[in-house]
T-cell receptor, first 113, second 113 residues
């Protein structure tokens, strides 16, 4: 298995809702990432997990809450989002270390109404 | 601060042309550079990964070169096809922050029949 699987593919949520994005990989990668991408912009890093521990939080608002329950799974919990949070959310994984590239999932298109 | 720029921002060419996409980075302290393809509204697909010690990598009709000292990489696409239409992103992994990919601004490519 050489894929990163993200669910759901599309999500519409109200500003008072709570929802979660899920990301899964079975490549044995021990680093996992959340990126946010707005239209016609490059992806922006949000969070990094290394060996299931949060190693980087790029000053992301607390309405985004990441979780890494095990080495294969990464969640992003969403609560009280704003319309400007609408974007494509991308999950990625890699081996820990300097020589490795990243594998990205197909993303979750989030719309906040 | 590392900045990654891609030129041109957009490119429209007839089928069959050979293409060169450019990626420039300001800080040569990189471990590797990765080229990605992104179709509209989709995730990132890795095309080629070049380590800092390498000069080039090839995969099918794609060839990527790296000149770390001058801060440049090029992606060469031979005999372009309409199916090559997508946005192409380069990204560098820094030596002093290996958890963070720095993405370029992207080149939007359209190949018409």
């Amino acid at each position: 298995d050489t894929e990163v699987t993200q669910t759901p593919k599309h999500l519409v949520m109200g500003m008072t809702n709570k929802k979660s994005l899920k990301c899964e990989q079975h490549m044995g990668h021990r680093a996992m990432y959340w990126y946010k991408q707005k239209a016609k912009k490059p992806p922006e890093l949000m969070f990094v997990y290394s060996y299931e521990k949060l190693s980087i939080n790029e000053s992301v608002p607390s309405r985004f809450s990441p979780e890494c329950p095990n080495s294969s799974l990464l969640n992003l919990h969403l609560h009280a989002l704003q319309p400007e949070d609408s974007a494509l959310y991308l999950c990625a994984s890699s081996q820990v270390g300097t020589d490795y590239g990243y594998t990205f999932g197909s993303g979750t298109r989030l719309t906040v109404v | 601060k590392q900045e990654v720029t891609q030129i041109p921002a957009a490119l429209s060419v007839p089928e069959g042309e050979n293409l060169v996409l450019n990626c420039s980075f300001t800080d040569s302290a990189i471990y590797n550079l990765q080229w990605f393809r992104q179709d509209p509204g989709k995730g990132l697909t890795s095309l080629l990964l070049i380590q800092s010690s390498q000069r080039e990598q090839t995969s099918g009709r794609l060839n990527a070169s790296l000149d770390k000292s001058s801060g440049r990489s090029t992606l060469y696409i031979a005999a372009s096809q309409p199916g090559d239409s997508a946005t192409y992103l380069c990204a560098v992994k820094l030596t002093y922050n290996t958890d963070k990919l720095i993405f370029g601004t992207g080149t939007r490519l359209q190949v018409f029949p």
